[in-house]
């Protein structure tokens, strides 16, 4: 399965300012996905970066908010800007794995994950 | 809409004890499903997998079987070691969507 490095691994950063996050795969991909694990919750879906198009958001995820590049099939970042104490969260990047066939049952590598404080 | 349900942790266990992590959901159609695993410090791995009524999927001595009838892919361990204390999420994608649904996790703790 692709490996993925993601960083930084944890970060404290001032409220109002912006953090841009890593993810780089040792393979080409074609799609990439950002989610947020808040304290104590589960997973959502940030939005899906498609090499050489705009990202897809989900809802309660804008773009002003969530900028996201994808200059390349192994690359992407996602910043969160104007950051508040409530965007305190783990920022994980995954991206699917393509062994065998869509019927198959495609599963998802994750990276180690961003742990960020807002203070 | 789409949901999966977890049972609430955390789970509190003795080494070679049995494991069953109980896990619904809810779907207008007929999705995969997967348990992902993940262990302190680190991200998420793949645990295993289901993309079809009675499928069972299995890896590292734990398995979960596929149930429409019930709407239910539990996860289950004969016997549990201390290594496999971590946080387990079952997770839903609906068919060619690209997007996971996640439970809200259940943490495992196996005491020696």
């Known amino acids: 399965s692709a490996v993925i490095s993601q960083k930084p691994s944890r970060d404290i950063c001032q409220r109002g300012t912006s953090l841009t996050i890593q993810c780089q795969v040792d393979?080409?991909?074609?799609?990439m996905f950002w989610y947020r694990q808040q304290p104590g919750q589960s997973l959502t879906l940030i939005a899906t970066?498609?090499?050489?198009?705009?990202?897809?958001?989900e809802s309660g995820f804008v773009i002003d908010k969530f900028p996201i590049s994808r200059p390349n099939l192994t690359f992407s970042t996602l910043t969160v800007s104007n950051m508040s104490p409530e965007d305190s969260s783990i920022y994980l990047c995954s991206v699917e794995d393509r062994k065998g066939s869509r019927a198959d049952g495609y599963g998802y590598t994750f990276g180690s994950g961003t742990r960020l404080t807002v203070v | 809409g789409n949901s999966v349900t977890q049972m609430e942790g955390p789970v509190t266990l003795s080494e070679e004890a049995f494991l069953t992590i109980n896990c619904t959901y809810t779907?207008?159609?007929?999705?995969?499903l997967f348990w992902y695993v993940q262990y302190p410090g680190e991200g998420l791995q793949l645990l295993l997998k289901?993309?079809?009524?009675?499928d069972k999927g299995s890896n590292k001595g734990f398995e979960a079987t596929y149930r429409k009838e019930t709407t239910s892919f539990h996860l289950e361990k004969g016997s549990v070691q201390v290594s496999d204390s971590a946080v387990y999420f079952c997770a839903l994608e609906m068919d060619s969507s690209y997007k996971l649904i996640f439970g809200s996790g259940t943490r495992l703790l196996v005491r020696p």
């Open positions: 393979s080409q991909v074609t799609m």
């Open positions: 779907a207008t159609g007929y999705p995969s």
């Open positions: 289901a993309t079809k009524a009675d």
């Open positions: 970066a498609n090499q050489g198009s705009e990202a897809t958001y």
